[in-house]
T-cell receptor, first 111, second 112 residues
Framework: EAGVTQFPSHSVIEKGQTVTLRCDPI?????LYWYRRVMGKEIKFLLH????????ESGMPNNRFLAERTGGTYSTLKVQPAELEDSGVYFC?????????FGAGTRLSVL | TQLLEQSPQFLSIQEGENLTVYCNSS?????LQWYRQEPGEGPVLLVT?????EVKKLKRLTFQFGDARKDSSLHITAAQPGDTGLYLC????????????FGQGTTLQVKP
């Protein structure tokens, strides 16, 4: 069975540009989570989808971040416009219970 | 504000030594988990502790949840080079949320 897949694995963009990260959860998992680790800090929760609905988006930093999960399958996280402080590793996880399975992450570098 | 304080942040030891990693908070958690992360990969769950005072063992790894459910520890006996990696503690404030609160992690290096 395929695990959580994230694309791209690494993205380098300039400040002000737009970037879209994609997460494909484990098939059948209703819950999908986005987390972010900024250098030197702990992994922080961004938001939680249950199917296509946003259950908890309390961790989203500001309105430059937009997460979608149309159809309740894969999810995208768009950053527009990107700022320097958005650099970090973005993890996606999915679950069908209390165990969250994490993807390998997308390393975003904003120059 | 760091909600889960994990210590130490870095640990370099010789093969065969024992070590303990601590995870402390002023808040009560409904459950606490320990993850291991390898370079280029996501965190992988090792164990979940739910009951205050609970002790779980996974081969040479022993996990303990504090009586008040505010702290946890990971003890490795006779560390091996294969134990090298990043260890993360993370907790749920309540059983009704999927939001995990992470500690900063402990980078462990076990030298042969």
């Amino acid at each position: 069975e395929a695990g959580v897949t994230q694309f791209p694995s690494h993205s380098v963009i300039e400040k002000g540009q737009t970037v879209t990260l994609r997460c494909d959860p484990i098939s059948g998992h209703d819950n999908l989570y986005w987390y972010r680790r900024v250098m030197g800090k702990e992994i922080k929760f961004l938001l939680h989808f249950v199917k296509e609905s946003k259950q908890d988006e309390s961790g989203m930093p500001n309105n430059r971040f937009l997460a979608e999960r149309t159809g309740g399958t894969y999810s995208t996280l768009k950053v527009q416009p990107a700022e320097l402080e958005d650099s970090g590793v973005y993890f996606c996880a999915s679950s069908q219970g209390n165990i969250q399975y994490f993807g390998a992450g997308t390393r975003l570098s904003v120059l | 504000t760091q909600l889960l304080e994990q210590s130490p942040q870095f640990l370099s030891i010789q093969e065969g030594e024992n070590l303990t990693v601590y995870c402390n908070s002023s808040s009560v958690f409904s459950s606490l988990q320990w993850y291991r992360q390898e370079p280029g990969e996501g965190p992988v769950l090792l164990v979940t502790v739910v009951t205050g005072g609970e002790v779980k063992k996974l081969k040479r790894l022993t996990f303990q949840f504090g009586d008040a459910r505010k702290d946890s520890s990971l003890h490795i006996t006779a560390a091996q080079p294969g134990d090298t990696g990043l260890y993360l503690c993370a907790g749920f404030y309540s059983s009704n949320t999927g939001k995990l609160i992470f500690g900063q992690g402990t980078t462990l290096q076990v030298k042969p």
